[in-house]
């Protein structure tokens, strides 16, 4: 028995109403409603069930064997590898390089594990074309250009490999049903009968998803729930760096990045993050802070101009951190400093224009500002690690002897940091010399003294 069925649905969050509204009552998106005809079957039929629950300790403790992804720093960000019959999901903005390093991935892990590659966006030969560009070189790698997910699926089943990547999830169609492809009900539709394939087979599956203009992953929340990692490729089109951002991860710790250069050959990853974000100046307005992203710490350069305003409401501009931070690290500063703020416009930039999400990076922020005000250059070769209280006090930071570390790996000979509650000079003695200090006002006497 079968009946068709009108359903509205909204193409931004994925809310079903039996009637069209000209804003979701769900996202309040306006006009993202769209009428989507769906089959319904009834099917009886008795179901066999072989499995049954068992306790924690008869489960097998062995450790999943991951293979890797080619690049250490995917490897990083998925948790130190592929786990077989993992679903991932990578997303980010047209033409940021997603299908270029899938592409380069695949030939990587086809020198050990069988690849196939489904192309719904592309046919082969213009694959072929990215291919040569990249000169790329694979063993047990197969391509197939198809939409239809019928034959998709048939085919990963004919190839039976150990890696399967979807390029991309918006352009394949399932044909029992009468939305679009790219649709909200298609997308979850295609995304979960090729989840199941996946977890039935051991297949670990890699599907690359769009981005709407805000961007977020297009398509219902329900399919970042449905897959096992959610992967953002971050970038611009000025610079040529790519950052692969780590959002969820059932495998793995999550905000974790890896760093990518765009060149002519394709994507290459960074071993050195902090090498394209310090430049290690000792000018006015320049101080260098030690952050993390997930596991890794990294040297980021602040930058800070401070000039004399002439508005009556001074500017507030920055790149790289919150402005509410900044809004903050101003008020601190004015109280427990001195220093009148007011009358001058602030303007501040992270090296490369680092987003940075550490609050260890205040104490940077702050030298750098009140070392721009007084065209002062800040102690040389030195590092600012510490959050600011809004008493004035200088609170500790998580991960400090990583972060210590990190500066001590770069040459840096100075580090400004709280309180310790353990003694790390005797350990660090004659690589880096560790100034602990309790409040902003020791931090700017011992490192803007004239």
């Known amino acids: 028995m079968s009946s068709k069925l009108s359903t ?15 804003k979701c009552l769900n996202c309040n998106s306006w006009n993202s409603i769209v009428e989507e005809i769906k089959s ?10 072989n499995k049954k629950a068992i306790p924690f300790h008869e489960i097998s403790s062995k450790k999943i064997s991951r293979f890797t992804s080619g690049f250490k720093e ?3 960000v998925l948790g130190g590898g592929i786990v077989p019959g993992s ?10 390089g997603k299908s270029t390093i899938v592409l380069q991935s695949a030939g990587k892990i086809s020198h050990s594990e069988k690849v196939l590659y489904i192309t719904a966006e592309e046919s082969l030969e213009q694959v072929k074309i990215r291919w040569e560009r990249l000169n790329q070189k694979s063993i047990d790698l197969k391509i197939f250009a198809e939409t239809n997910l019928s034959l998709i699926i048939e085919e990963i089943k004919r190839v039976k490999p150990s890696f399967a990547i979807i390029d991309s999830i918006q352009a394949i169609h399932n044909h029992e049903m009468e939305s679009s492809p790219g649709s909200v009900s298609q997308v979850r539709a295609c995304s979960s009968e090729l989840q199941n394939l996946g977890k039935d087979n051991n297949i670990a599956l890699l599907i690359i998803g769009h981005v709407t203009k805000d961007g977020a992953l297009a398509g219902p929340k329900t399919l970042e729930h449905l897959v096992d990692v959610v992967i953002n490729f971050e970038g611009d089109n000025i610079s040529s760096h790519r950052l692969l951002r780590s959002i969820k991860n059932r495998f793995g710790s999550t905000f974790e990045i890896g760093i990518f250069e765009m060149i002519g050959e394709g994507l290459r990853e960074i071993k050195n993050p902090s090498s394209i974000f310090t430049n290690k100046e000792n000018i006015a307005g320049v101080t260098t802070t030690i952050t993390n992203e997930g596991t890794r710490p990294f040297a980021v350069d602040i930058q800070a101009l401070v000039n004399k305003t002439f508005y009556s409401n001074p500017r507030r501009t920055t790149t790289g951190i919150s402005i509410n931070r900044l809004h903050q690290i101003l008020a601190v500063i004015e109280k427990h400093v001195g220093i009148k703020l007011s009358e001058f416009d602030c303007y501040i930039a992270t090296g490369g224009g680092f987003e940075i999400n550490d609050p260890s990076s205040d104490l940077g922020v702050a030298i750098s500002i009140i070392s721009s005000l007084k065209n002062i250059p800040p102690l040389a070769n030195s590092s600012f690690i510490g959050e600011l209280g809004l008493s004035g006090q200088v609170r500790k930071s998580n991960n400090l002897r990583t972060k210590i570390e990190e500066a001590a790996r770069l040459g840096i000979k100075n580090i400004i940091v709280p309180k310790l509650e353990e003694d790390l000079n005797n350990h660090f003695q004659k690589i880096i010399n560790i100034k602990e200090i309790s409040n902003i006002q020791e931090a700017v006497d011992y490192s803007l003294s004239d």
């Open 87 to 96: 679903v991932v999901l990578l997303g980010g903005e047209p033409g940021i």
């Open 74 to 76: 995917f490897d990083r």
């Open 40 to 49: 319904k079957r009834f099917k009886y039929q008795e179901i066999k069930n």
């Open 8 to 22: 509205f649905i909204c193409q931004n969050c994925g809310t079903e109403t039996s009637q069209y509204f000209g």
